[in-house]
């Protein structure tokens, strides 16, 4: 039995295409609530396809009408589950629990799209944040509520949020806890693309088609700079670039890619 093909606790995973993993959170009676078991599932999974050859691009999406709404309110309320003990246990659990997604994906190579469909609240609203590109329909809403619900962003929001809107919008967002819907959202930055509602999936499934149709080890390898260049100096950053380009320029896909340009096709990489 394929990896893929389990059943995994609050996500179900499905291949398209071959090269696309669409990974959808699974607790649509609490709107995609994290919890622990989910938390244990996205990170096998992500882990899982970050080494798998032919997984180009992953899909994170949520089942239902809402992408995530973030923490369980009714398990906070309770002090259950994730959000049991007294501060120093809260701390361990939150290090040893919710803070393993942002950690895995941050070292994930492979291109990750979040579809957000409906609410990303929270915990959402990061966890879309934490992917690579982000689209979303007339439905899709945006929140950043942790000081509203008397909380600070445990997962990493304050980290990447502000990759993605710059500091003085990510601030916006923390300090008033508004919710940006559809357009709003997508003028403000938090999307790459916005389509109508019954457009969302397919839309999505064609850039996913659009990003995993480019060489698999130059796009890992693009991610990858981005992301140490967005932290790093110049000097470093260009040294990362020699290293990757010196091995991205010895690899079969690139001559493959050199051999269909000049054959007038769209070349067949092979992640080789």
């Known amino acids: 039995m394929s990896f893929y093909a ?22 649509p009676l609490q709107m995609n609530a994290i919890t622990h078991e989910m938390i244990d599932s996205l990170v096998s999974v992500l882990k899982h396809a970050d080494f798998d050859k032919l997984i180009r691009v992953i899909v994170l999406t949520g089942n ?14 309770d002090k259950s589950g994730m959000f049991a003990g007294e501060s120093n ?15 895995c994906i ?11 469909n409906g609410a990303a609240i929270g ?8 992917c690579d590109l982000r689209i979303g329909s007339t439905s899709t809403k945006f929140g950043e509520t942790f000081t509203r619900m008397g909380l600070v962003p445990g997962d990493g929001g304050t980290f990447f949020l502000q990759r993605v809107l710059g500091y003085a919008k990510a601030m916006q967002m923390f300090l008033t ?3 940006f819907e559809g357009k709003k959202a997508f003028e403000f930055g938090l999307l790459n693309n916005l389509f109508e509602d019954s457009a969302l999936l397919g839309e999505t499934e064609k850039y996913a088609a659009l990003i995993a149709s480019n060489a698999p080890i130059a796009q890992a390898m693009t991610k990858k700079a981005m992301k140490i260049s967005y932290l790093s ?32 096709r769209s070349p067949h990489f092979k992640s080789e």
Not at 64 to 77: P, R
Not at 123 to 130: N, S, T
Request: charged residues 20%.
């Open 6 to 27: 389990q059943k995994f606790p609050h996500i179900e995973v499905q291949l398209k295409d071959h090269f696309q993993l669409w990974i959808s959170l699974n607790n």
């Open 64 to 77: 239902g009408k809402n992408f995530c709404a973030g923490g369980d309110i009714l398990a906070m309320k």
């Open 89 to 103: 246990e809260l701390r361990m659990r939150y290090m040893h629990g919710i803070q393993q997604i942002p950690r």
């Open 106 to 116: 941050e070292e994930i190579s492979t291109p990750i799209i979040a579809m957000v």
């Open 123 to 130: 915990a959402g609203c990061d966890l879309a944040m934490m």
């Open 177 to 179: 806890a508004e919710i």
């Open 233 to 264: 100096d110049l000097h470093t950053s260009l040294d990362v670039l020699a290293n990757f380009q010196g091995i991205s320029q010895r690899t079969n896909d690139h001559f493959e890619a050199l051999n269909a340009f000049n054959e007038k």
